[in-house]
């Protein structure tokens, strides 16, 4: 089944500067890939998302790239505000669904100082 | 629109009983997925509903189960409950499916059993 990795588990950021937040798959037959963002105590809610047909996707501060050769894809966040303090998931899955369903990495803390 | 609307919010159960979570998706929504996210393992794929159909099922045990109504409300039930099933039960909706569309979160079912 479909596995994935996400790395740095935590990531202390200044305010002002960029953030990169790194995922592995193992599925090659994978093709789409969210990015879901979780305040403390809140739902998760998807911020961006690609396919695997586009190689990055651009929406204002938020960008991600995905390199299908290499089986991973990035999360970068320009100019971090207060705001982007949370946990944000990567996720992978085959539009066809199956037992992996949609298969997220354990997430990443961005905490972001002041 | 309303949202995803979970119910109820919050469960303490004992080990051995069961209990049914109920989740209301996004009028018009026909996919509805569970997710069960624990501090340890994340976010894991339970199953996924269409139009009263389970269409996909993840690696958890039978105790595990679903169901949609006609009009795409789900309810998930756990039986003889085990210390181990404390988590956050979160249901997701979407259009279509929430493998290659995005996934709106419900706020989630805190279950605690003692």
């Known amino acids: 089944g479909e596995n994935v990795e996400q790395h740095p588990s935590t990531l202390s950021v200044q305010e002002g500067d960029s953030a990169v937040i790194k995922c592995t798959y193992s599925?090659?037959?994978?093709?789409?890939f969210p990015w879901y963002k979780q305040e403390l105590g809140k739902r998760p809610q998807l911020i961006i998302d690609i396919r695997s047909n586009v190689g990055e996707k651009k929406d204002q501060r938020i960008a991600v790239t995905l390199n299908k050769t290499a089986k991973h894809f990035s999360l970068h966040i320009t100019e971090t505000q207060p705001e982007d303090s949370a946990v944000y998931f990567c996720?992978?899955?085959?539009?066809?669904?199956?037992?992996?369903?949609?298969?997220f990495g354990k997430g990443t803390h961005l905490i972001i100082q002041p | 629109k309303a949202g995803v609307t979970q119910t109820p919010r919050y469960l303490i159960k004992t080990r051995g009983q069961q209990v049914t979570l109920s989740c209301s998706p996004i009028s018009g929504h026909r996919s509805v997925s569970w997710y069960q996210q624990t501090p340890g393992q994340g976010l894991q794929f339970l199953f996924e509903?269409?139009?009263?159909?389970?269409?996909n099922k993840g690696n958890f045990p039978g105790r595990f189960s679903g169901r949609q109504f006609s009009n795409s409300r789900s309810e998930m039930n756990v039986s003889t409950l085990e210390l181990g099933d404390s988590a956050l039960y979160l249901c997701?909706?979407?259009?279509?499916?929430?493998?290659?569309?995005?996934?709106?979160f419900g706020q989630g079912t805190r279950l605690t059993v003692v």
């Open positions: 996720a992978a899955s085959n539009a066809g669904g199956g037992a992996d369903g949609l298969t």
């Open positions: 997701a909706s979407s259009i279509q499916g929430a493998f290659d569309t995005e996934a709106f």
């Open positions: 509903y269409f139009s009263e159909t389970q269409r």
């Open positions: 599925d090659s037959a994978s093709n789409y």
